[in-house]
């Protein structure tokens, strides 16, 4: 999870018309059209990485509009586009684990970023028990409710930009400035406007070892 900064004026000009149109309709009626320009801009608001566990989204197959605030508990930010992210469309985790429970800790938080800690182990920890509950609701993968294929993914994934950047997991890094570069490395998107598969959660660990 990352923290996410959410722009009113990336909703899309479609949705605010059919808002206009429709003023007591909900999400449920809007058209597949508005839905797929709606994924379209979350994607690109998010660097084509889902709002929950960091995965790259190769597509816009492969994620759908996830309701921070669950349309059963908000139905009247069913259509605010401030309550919408894109989440990856994996079974029993994310979006698909989320559903209609009440998130105590979300991307749009600036506390996810440090409430959440991560480890070369691929596991994350919570440092509050809102973060610990966040982490059961999306099965984020914990040492108390696992999701190994998860855990397995990032574990590949941070070793792999470590070990590309000298940098042994085992060892960790003591040299600040170099730390400092890679997390500005990680941060930046290439050139399709996308950022590298679970770059911010090395960035999390990156700043553990800077602290």
């Given at each position: 999870?990352?923290?996410?900064?959410?722009?009113?004026?990336?909703?899309?000009?479609?949705?605010?018309?059919?808002?206009?149109?429709?003023?007591?309709?909900?999400?449920?009626?809007?058209?597949?059209?508005?839905?797929?320009?709606?994924?379209?801009?979350?994607?690109?608001?998010?660097?084509?990485?889902?709002?929950?566990?960091?995965?790259?989204?190769?597509?816009?197959?492969?994620?759908?509009?996830?309701?921070?605030?669950?349309?059963?508990?908000?139905?009247?930010?069913?259509?605010?586009?401030?309550?919408?992210?894109?989440?990856?469309?994996?079974?029993?985790?994310?979006?698909?684990?989320?559903?209609?429970?009440?998130l105590p800790l979300t991307p749009l938080m600036d506390e996810c970023e440090t409430e959440l800690q991560f480890s070369i182990s691929g596991r994350v920890n919570g440092v509050t028990s809102r973060a610990e509950k966040a982490i059961e609701i999306l099965n984020l993968?914990?040492?108390?409710?696992?999701?190994?294929?998860?855990?397995?993914?990032?574990?590949?994934?941070?070793?792999?930009?470590?070990?590309?950047?000298?940098?042994?997991?085992?060892?960790?890094?003591?040299?600040?400035?170099?730390?400092?570069?890679?997390?500005?490395?990680?941060?930046?998107?290439?050139?399709?406007?996308?950022?590298?598969?679970?770059?911010?959660?090395?960035?999390?660990?990156?700043?553990?070892?800077?602290?």
């Amino acid at each position: 999870m990352r923290r996410i900064s959410k722009r009113n004026d990336y909703e899309p000009t479609s949705l605010t018309q059919w808002k206009r149109q429709n003023k007591h309709k909900k999400y449920a009626d809007l058209t597949p059209e508005i839905r797929t320009e709606i994924r379209e801009i979350l994607l690109e608001e998010r660097f084509y990485l889902c709002g929950h566990c960091c995965q790259q989204i190769k597509s816009i197959h492969d994620c759908h509009n996830e309701h921070i605030e669950p349309q059963q508990l908000a139905q009247n930010k069913t259509l605010e586009f401030s309550n919408l992210i894109a989440s990856c469309n994996a079974k029993k985790q994310c979006g698909d684990s989320h559903q209609h429970h009440a998130l105590p800790l979300t991307p749009l938080m600036d506390e996810c970023e440090t409430e959440l800690q991560f480890s070369i182990s691929g596991r994350v920890n919570g440092v509050t028990s809102r973060a610990e509950k966040a982490i059961e609701i999306l099965n984020l993968g914990s040492s108390t409710l696992p999701n190994n294929l998860l855990i397995s993914k990032r574990k590949n994934a941070i070793e792999q930009i470590l070990f590309i950047n000298g940098i042994d997991p085992s060892e960790g890094l003591e040299d600040d400035d170099l730390l400092n570069d890679l997390i500005l490395e990680l941060a930046k998107p290439n050139d399709d406007g996308k950022l590298e598969s679970f770059s911010p959660i090395i960035i999390n660990i990156l700043k553990q070892w800077l602290t």
